[in-house]
Structure formats: structure tokens, C-alpha cells
């Protein structure tokens, strides 16, 4: 096996030492390396491990190494070696990084209890296919271990909310039944996504290291972060660029890598609790195992979490009437009591305190509304169990590492929310308990909230996934091989409950027995729980979605050049998917009706091969102009549903002096269509309608609209750009500054105009496009011929003067410009570090067309889209065994332009706390954390806005701010 023993030098070219297979030991050896500078210290120590190690020639600059002398095993002679020059060691797929950090965190993690854990932020894989590299010119987070704890965040779902560039709009526990922006409305089973640029979590590629995942949600629109166990990452890399030409489809916004503690060794076990100030709790448990060998390595890992529901009656702002906050009073008119609307249009409000069973029409009170706060039987957030486990194994045969990875979650959810809602009921003078308030005995109309009889309308269900990975890699000289393979499998039902069934609903209120017909005129809950029974419906809805993949790939060196070695990754990979939905409705008729999309697909095959370049263009050292670095990569993948795309990339990466780096990319990237966009035909509809049209003698055209979905969809598109600066001034150790301008043209956006379809004519400069003016005649006979065809208006086909085109296709545009920045500076003191860090997003624009030739909108800081700035900072210490922060969260203020007037929206700032202490046992014996969190310190509201929903309002905005309120939780690590 070729080890590596390299120093980053400030150029960032890597030197590599070839090591004797022999030296590759694991277990106890002699070592004596005399105190040295560290950088040739770590070259001997690699050599005599057999180890691979990397570092930043910055890091290890003007340090000098300990004495280490004596038989050791690896892991305690290196911690012998770095002790008192505050840097620590951590494992990223066995190779060793050197970083930053407090001196003893290696012994006592590697000697005491044997983990490593995180990687160096430097150090970076994701965006590359080349190893040992970052991708040149792309911007990358690392998020470690360290970090996560340091967090306060229980679940990765919650910590992403955190990112600046993450917007919290889509599929999210909190935004489902609020808004169906961004496939939020497609989140059956309340799981979590992440939308980098907010351009959609089905442009945010997601991966669990390196491999895609079964999707969730009714359209297999994104990755379900909540059936991830949070205690078994290890980290997490998030790309803010386009990578369609590294990894394919979906990567338009970015890629975010999930990279699990495949390296762990010993035994860690966990323990959280929480509560949101008492209204609701949340739990979890996890245990990790890791036990490494001579020639492999096995990790176990598992994780319970439990959280309480949230009810909207807890927060003053999630309620129907706003008045408390500045808001209006838009309570229902569905109350129960109920209202009756009379034959003649006048209305009575059923009096409180009866069973409707003796009322009469002069208990009636005319005029007056009852009216009743919907809010107040629903949930801001379910309530939520996940048992989940991991388990990951390496074994070397040979010249050959066989390796597999499975992931396993189970996550069960109950809530209450609006499903169908109430609706008015008309009630005729055959129903026993029928009031007549004008005394004509006609049928009148009964507002009427059923809730008291048949309990608050919501929702159970069941998401289970299973994600297996694997295969074989072998190093052959200089270049890596590995063949590998995918499966995963997701699995989500969701039951609507107390839900009431339309036909028997209809029938029993004009049934004339008692027994047997429906009593909507009484207070609470007044009819018989077997009338009830019989009354209750249903709908079910199964979702499978399956992606399988295999891959084989190689990359190493080609050629040396003056300046360098060029490197090259190459590779062809296969991938099936696959998407099932069932619904099966118990809620007309006499029987129960199951139902599939018509037109699904279901299934596609995709192919692809790609390439990428590292060319090193010069190397003057530390002398200007000092060194770049260039790199090429292309894509080509082949659908068998949506034919082919090709996506290149470029990426520069100069650094002219020492700590100054400068680079910059270019790519295309794109989002194959999502299954039910695919639909085509089967969904479609054709209808006559008359449209306003100002250039008609009589103000209105005759227009054939079409509905539905177009049958040629093809991919979304997009061109990236960034231009970035990463600064680490030599005159002031400890002090990042970086900062990355973007641009994403995202273009042929699938999406339709149907919305707007009356304004057609009356916009020619707009959807002039959508509309064919001058139809062929043959055209409008095969859509009158068509069974699609609905024409209530009874017209001929010759009648049809223009066709407007309202279709799903692929339509609109957005461009988004931006700066994202991060500065932070450490400090040591004796036995710590002081710590300081801000980091944020600007949105400049986010101009959207409706169609190619409509007129650019400005929609950043708008309600349903990104504010203009979020900012994430932190101060923190160490101090010999305790740690701890102050962060910040801050979101700027927007507008909500669906208000009358429009509204200015607050800005919000939030602080978290965060308190540890270490206790550490004995070497080779059990070391323990404890930590206290409180999010949202000052438990702030957030801003007040009047958000509508499909069915109902809300005081503030699910996709841009959080319910909770503050959080106050205890966690306890225990390794041994």
C-alpha cells in the first residue's frame, strides 16, 4: 500500500511520500523522533506508522515537535508528538489531518478512548472527484462534530435552518398545510429538507457520503434529513455551487454531503432532553460502537428521538384572531355553535348551551355570526418518533478494501390540522332537528364546525427508509480504483383521520330519524358516537420511492509539469429510480375508490460519464506571482425519459502571496423533471373560455385553454458563477476572512402561467407567448376530438379564435445575485481559546420572469422568497475543561406584497447559549460532557405577518421564522 505523508504548502500542492508497505502497522512499535520542526516530525512519524497525514504548511509553520521515544501504538505516539503545540490530529477516511485545536483533544480522544472524529476544514472532498484536493475555485462549509455538539441543535434538520444560505421555505415539518411553495404541499409525512438560494429542495443535491438516497414526499422531491440519526454524522460538507458536471441532476443550487463516523472507534452513548418552556418535550438517546483490526473497521450506531407536538394554542400568534399582535380578526365563520344561513339570505346564530333538539326559531339571534378560531385545534408541529440505525465495515483482502454502509429509520408522526376543513351543509325540513327561522320551510344552510362531534381533523402516518451501500477499491500505483453499488428504499403512509364522508354526510341530513340523521344545531358535541362512527371517511395515501446506482471510477496522476502534477478522475455510473403513489379514498359513495396518478411514468434509467482535470499552471513558491491551479470537468448523462445533457465546469484557484487565495468558477448544471411533471397528456384538459381581451370590440375573446401538463418537458437549466477571496493574514495567526460573489442563471424553470390565465390578453407583453393567435384549424379540431376536451359553453370548434397555453412546461426564469462572507479569528490563551465568528448572506436580486419575455421582478426580500440578509455569529470559549457561546441568528426585514396594503415585515435576531464541561476519566478509561443549550435565549416572538394559508391565516412566517420560542436542553456524552 503507498502511504502519504504531505504538507500543504501555502501554494497548495501536495507532496507525497512513497512508505514500504511493511511500515503500515497498527498495533505497538519502536519510535524515536528527536524534537524537530513539526513538518519534518509528521514526514518521520508517517514513515515509521505507515500513516497517512495531511496538514497546511500555515498550521504547522514555526512549530516544533516533542520528543517521542519508546514502543507506542500510532495513535499515542503522534499525541506524544503534537503535545504543546495546541494542534490535534482527526481521521477522515484514514487519513490523518493535522488543525487547529486545543493540544490534548487527539490523546484524549485517540489514546483515552480511541475516536477520530472530523476532518480539517481545509480538507475537503466534496465538489471533486480527485482525492486529496478540494475542488478548485468552488466555495465549501465544513460543518464537524465538534461543531454540531457545540450547536445546541438536536436533529440536522434544525441545525441546516441555521445556514445562511439555507432558506427555509419547501418541504419542512412546519411549512406543510401552510404553503404549497417550493413542493411543501407534496411533504405527505412532515419530514425536512434543505434549500440552498431558496431556488427549491429538488435543486439541492443531497448525499449520504457521496451517494444518493430514495427521496421522499408524494413527488420524490427531496431527501428526508429527519430519518437521519444526527449522533452518527461526523460531518457535514456543503458545496454553494453549481456540481451538475461532478454529480448530475439536482445540483443546481448546491450539494450538501453527509458524511457519516465511519472511523469512529470505542464507545459513545448519548443523552438529551429538552423542552420549549413546557409546552412540549423532545428526547434522544443514541449509542455508537466502533472496533477497529489490523485489516478493517465496524461501526454500529443507533438513535431514538422523541418529540412532543406544539399546539397552535400555545402561541399568541398562531391564532385566527391577530388582534394581540397588530393584526386582524379573521376568525372562521364554522363555529359550533353554528350559523344558519335562510332561504331568503338573512342570518341567526345558533344560541350556546342546547342540543339543538329543542330549538326553536325564537332562540334564534338574527343578524350574528358565530365565529370561532380554526387555529385552536391545530398543531404548528406534529409530534414525532424516529428510531433509526447505522452500521458501516471496511475489510482489507489483499490489495483490496471491501467496504458497506446501511442506514435504517423508522419515523412515526401524529398531528392535528386542517385536512379538508368545514364546509356549509344545506339542511332540508325531512331532518328531524331542521329550524325554520323565516317559516317558509325551505332548505337552509347550516355553518356548522363538526369537530366537537368528530374530533379535530389531522393526521398519523409512518416514513421508513433503508439506504445500503457498497463495493471494492484498491489502489494501483498512483491511481485509486473503486467499483461500488446503491440501493434505497423509502416507504411513507399517511392516514387522514376524523375525516367526514361526503355522501353518508348528505344522506343523514335528510334522513327524518332520529336516530339515524344528523344533528348539525347543538352545542358540543351532541350526536350518537355510532351516528358518528358510521359517518367518519378517509384517505390514505402510499408513497414508495427506490433509486438503485453503480459506479465505477479511477483517478491518479497523469504527467508531471513544471509546475506540478496534473491529475485526472474519470468514471461511469448507472442509476434506476423509481416512484409509486397510491391513494385510496374512503369519501364518496359506497365503496372505497383507490387511485393512482394517471400518466406516472414511475420508473427512468439514467447514464452518465464524466471526467476532471487538475492542471497546475505555474508555482513560484512564495514568490509572486505565486501558483494556479486549474480545473476541468464535464458531464454527460443520458435519460431514458428526458433524453441527454452535457455539463461542463471550470474552476481557478491563484494564490499570489502567502494566506491570500483567490479563485473563481464557471459551470452549467441542471434538475431532470420530477416524475408526476412527467405526466403529460393523461392529465391534461382542454375547456373553452372567454378571456378579457382590451384589442376586442367587445372586450372578451373566445380562447381555448389548455390545462395540465405539456408531454415534452425537458430539464431545468442553469449557468453559475463565483468569484471568491479566502484571506489568512500571516501577521495575525488565528484571523479567516473569505468572501464568494455568486450567479445563477436558472432557466426553462417548469412551472405554469394557469395562475393568471384571465390576464392572458390583457398582458400580451407578458404571456404573448402562451398565446397563439392565429390557431390552425386542424389544431383545434384534434383537441375538440379530444376526451379531455370539457365544454360547458357548448361551443363549436370553429368558434375558437386563439389558444392560450396554461400548461406545465418548462417556462420561466430566475437570476440570483449574491456575496456570501465569513470572517472568524481565534485567540489562544493559557490553557484555551477565545473565539470569534460571523458569517452571512447578501442577496442582491432574485429576478424572476414569468415567461422569457415578461419583465424581470425583483422578488428578494419578499414574502415566499429570501430576505436580503441572514447572519449566523458566534463568541466561544475553552478553558481547560469547559466550553462555551453566545451565537447569534439574524434574519433582515422583507415585504408581504400579498397584504393590502403591503406589509413591512421586522427584522429578527435571536441569541442561543451554549455551556460544556469535560470531565475526562483515566487513560483507556470513560470520559463524559455535559453541555446545557438554550435557543433562543430571550425567547423572542418572531415578527408579526399576516400569513394565509389554504386554509386559515397565521400571525407569522413558517418559511422564513420559527414557532418554538426558546428551547432549554441537557446533554450528556459518555465515551468509553
Do not use: C
Not at 27 to 42: E, N
Not at 821 to 833: Q, T, V
Not at 904 to 923: C, E, M, N, Y
Amino acid at each position: 500500500m503507498r502511504l502519504l505523508a504531505a504538507i500543504l504548502a501555502s501554494t497548495a500542492a501536495t507532496i507525497g511520500l512513497p512508505v514500504p508497505a511493511a511500515s503500515a502497522e497498527t498495533g505497538q512499535q519502536s519510535y524515536d523522533i528527536a524534537p524537530q520542526d513539526l513538518a519534518d516530525a509528521l514526514r518521520q512519524y508517517s514513515e515509521l506508522s505507515g500513516r497517512d497525514v495531511i496538514a497546511n504548511s500555515d498550521v504547522v509553520a514555526r512549530k516544533k515537535s516533542a520528543r517521542v521515544s519508546g514502543t507506542f501504538n500510532a495513535d499515542a505516539a503522534l499525541a506524544q508528538l503534537l503535545a504543546g503545540t495546541e494542534l490535534v490530529a482527526e481521521s477522515v477516511d484514514g487519513t490523518l489531518v493535522i488543525r487547529e485545536g486545543k493540544g490534548d483533544r487527539f490523546a484524549e480522544s485517540s489514546a483515552n478512548r480511541g475516536t477520530a472524529q472530523s476532518d480539517d476544514a481545509q480538507i475537503i472532498v466534496t465538489g471533486t472527484r480527485i482525492r486529496g484536493a478540494g475542488p478548485v475555485g468552488s466555495p465549501v462549509t465544513i460543518v464537524d462534530r465538534d461543531a454540531l455538539d457545540r450547536s445546541g441543535r438536536t436533529t440536522l434538520a434544525d441545525y441546516l435552518q441555521t445556514i445562511p444560505q439555507n432558506f427555509s421555505g419547501g418541504p419542512s415539518e412546519a411549512t406543510f398545510g401552510a404553503t404549497a411553495r417550493g413542493n411543501a404541499n407534496t411533504n405527505l409525512n412532515f419530514g425536512s429538507g434543505i434549500n440552498l438560494r431558496g431556488l427549491g429542495s429538488a435543486s439541492t443535491l443531497t448525499l449520504f457520503d457521496g451517494v444518493r438516497p430514495a427521496m421522499g414526499g408524494a413527488w420524490g422531491a427531496f431527501t428526508d434529513l429527519s430519518l437521519i440519526p444526527s449522533s452518527a454524522i461526523d460531518r457535514i460538507e456543503i458545496l454553494t455551487d453549481g456540481a451538475s458536471a461532478i454529480y448530475g441532476s439536482d445540483a443546481v443550487a448546491g450539494v450538501v454531503n453527509l458524511r457519516f463516523r465511519n472511523r469512529f472507534e470505542g464507545a459513545e452513548t448519548r443523552m438529551r432532553a429538552g423542552t420549549a418552556d413546557g409546552d412540549f418535550s423532545e428526547m434522544q438517546i443514541a449509542q455508537l460502537l466502533g472496533k477497529k483490526w489490523n485489516s478493517g473497521h465496524l461501526v454500529l450506531a443507533a438513535e431514538y428521538y422523541s418529540r412532543g407536538n406544539l399546539p397552535a394554542t400555545k402561541r399568541r400568534f398562531t391564532s385566527e384572531d391577530l388582534r394581540p399582535v397588530g393584526g386582524p380578526d379573521l376568525r372562521s365563520n364554522f363555529a359550533n355553535p353554528g350559523t344558519i344561513l335562510a332561504a331568503n339570505g338573512r342570518v341567526f346564530a345558533i344560541p350556546p348551551g342546547q342540543d339543538g333538539r329543542g330549538l326553536t326559531a325564537a332562540d334564534l339571534i338574527e343578524g350574528s355570526f358565530n365565529r370561532a378560531d380554526a387555529q385552536r385545534l391545530v398543531d404548528i408541529l406534529p409530534r414525532q418518533r424516529s428510531l433509526s440505525f447505522y452500521a458501516s465495515a471496511e475489510q482489507e483482502i489483499g490489495a483490496i478494501t471491501l467496504f458497506a454502509r446501511g442506514l435504517y429509520a423508522d419515523r412515526r408522526y401524529r398531528v392535528n390540522q386542517r385536512r379538508f376543513g368545514p364546509v356549509p351543509v344545506t339542511v332540508t325540513s325531512a331532518n328531524p332537528y331542521y329550524v325554520d327561522p323565516i317559516g317558509t320551510g325551505q332548505p337552509i344552510t347550516v355553518f356548522y364546525d363538526p369537530s366537537a362531534d368528530f374530533g379535530p381533523e389531522g393526521a398519523r402516518g409512518r416514513a421508513r427508509a433503508l439506504n445500503l451501500s457498497g463495493g471494492a477499491r484498491a489502489n494501483v500505483g498512483d491511481w485509486s480504483l473503486e467499483i461500488s453499488g446503491g440501493y434505497g428504499l423509502q416507504r411513507e403512509r399517511a392516514d387522514d383521520i376524523n375525516i367526514i364522508h361526503i355522501t353518508r354526510r348528505s344522506e343523514a341530513l335528510v334522513l327524518s330519524d332520529p336516530a339515524t340523521a344528523l344533528n348539525v344545531f347543538g352545542d358540543g358535541a351532541v350526536n350518537d358516537p355510532a351516528l358518528v362512527g358510521r359517518l367518519r371517511g378517509g384517505l390514505v395515501s402510499r408513497v414508495r420511492s427506490r433509486v438503485w446506482t453503480a459506479a465505477l471510477r479511477a483517478d491518479g496522476s497523469l504527467f508531471d509539469l513544471p509546475a506540478g502534477t496534473v491529475k485526472l478522475a474519470a468514471g461511469a455510473e448507472i442509476r434506476g429510480e423509481r416512484l409509486d403513489y397510491t391513494s385510496v379514498f374512503d369519501l364518496f359513495g359506497n365503496s372505497t375508490t383507490t387511485s393512482r396518478l394517471p400518466g406516472l411514468p414511475g420508473k427512468r434509467t439514467v447514464r452518465a460519464l464524466y471526467g476532471e482535470l487538475v492542471i497546475p499552471i505555474f508555482d513560484a513558491g512564495t514568490s509572486l506571482p505565486g501558483a494556479l491551479q486549474l480545473s476541468l470537468a464535464g458531464r454527460h448523462e443520458d435519460y431514458s425519459d428526458v433524453g441527454s445533457t452535457s455539463n461542463p465546469k471550470l474552476g481557478l484557484r491563484w494564490t499570489p502571496v502567502r494566506g491570500v487565495v483567490v479563485r473563481a468558477s464557471y459551470g452549467h448544471s441542471f434538475r431532470a423533471p420530477f416524475f408526476t411533471e412527467l405526466v403529460g397528456a393523461a392529465n391534461a384538459t382542454y375547456q373553452p373560455v372567454y378571456l378579457p381581451d382590451p384589442q376586442s370590440p367587445t372586450g372578451q375573446t373566445l380562447a381555448l385553454a389548455l390545462l395540465g401538463f405539456r408531454p415534452d418537458l425537458g430539464p431545468e437549466k442553469a449557468t453559475s458563477w463565483t468569484a471568491g477571496v479566502d484571506l489568512e493574514p500571516v501577521a495575525l495567526p488565528g484571523l479567516r476572512l473569505s468572501a464568494t460573489w455568486f450567479d445563477i442563471a436558472y432557466r426553462d424553470r417548469i412551472a405554469s402561467a394557469s395562475f393568471d390565465i384571465f390576464n392572458f390578453l390583457a398582458r400580451r407583453d407578458v404571456y404573448g407567448e402562451l398565446v397563439d393567435e392565429t390557431p390552425d384549424p386542424a389544431e383545434v379540431a384534434a383537441y375538440f376530438a379530444n376526451p379531455n376536451l370539457r365544454n360547458p359553453l357548448g361551443v363549436q370548434a370553429s368558434d375558437i379564435e386563439v389558444i392560450a397555453d396554461a400548461r406545465t412546461f418548462n417556462l420561466s426564469r430566475v437570476t440570483i445575485r449574491g456575496l456570501d462572507f465569513d470572517a472568524s479569528y481565534r485567540h489562544s490563551i493559557p490553557n484555551g481559546a477565545l473565539t470569534l465568528s460571523l458569517g452571512g448572506s447578501r442577496l442582491f436580486s432574485i429576478d424572476q420572469q414569468v415567461t422569457r419575455s415578461a419583465p424581470a421582478i425583483n422578488a428578494v426580500g419578499t414574502l415566499g422568497n429570501p430576505v436580503k440578509l441572514r447572519l449566523r455569529g458566534r463568541l466561544g470559549f475553552e478553558a481547560g475543561p469547559f466550553d462555551g457561546g453566545l451565537s447569534l441568528l439574524h434574519m433582515s426585514g422583507y415585504r408581504n406584497q400579498t397584504a393590502t396594503p403591503a406589509e413591512k415585515v421586522k427584522s429578527w435576531t435571536t441569541f442561543d447559549l451554549q455551556l460544556g464541561a469535560r470531565i475526562a476519566g483515566a487513560p483507556g478509561g470513560r470520559a463524559f460532557r455535559l453541555a446545557l443549550n438554550v435557543n433562543n435565549l430571550f425567547d423572542r416572538d418572531p415578527p408579526y405577518v399576516l400569513f394565509r394559508t389554504a386554509t386559515s391565516v397565521l400571525g407569522y412566517d413558517p418559511e422564513q421564522a420559527s414557532a418554538v420560542g426558546r428551547t432549554i436542553a441537557l446533554q450528556g456524552i459518555v465515551t468509553w
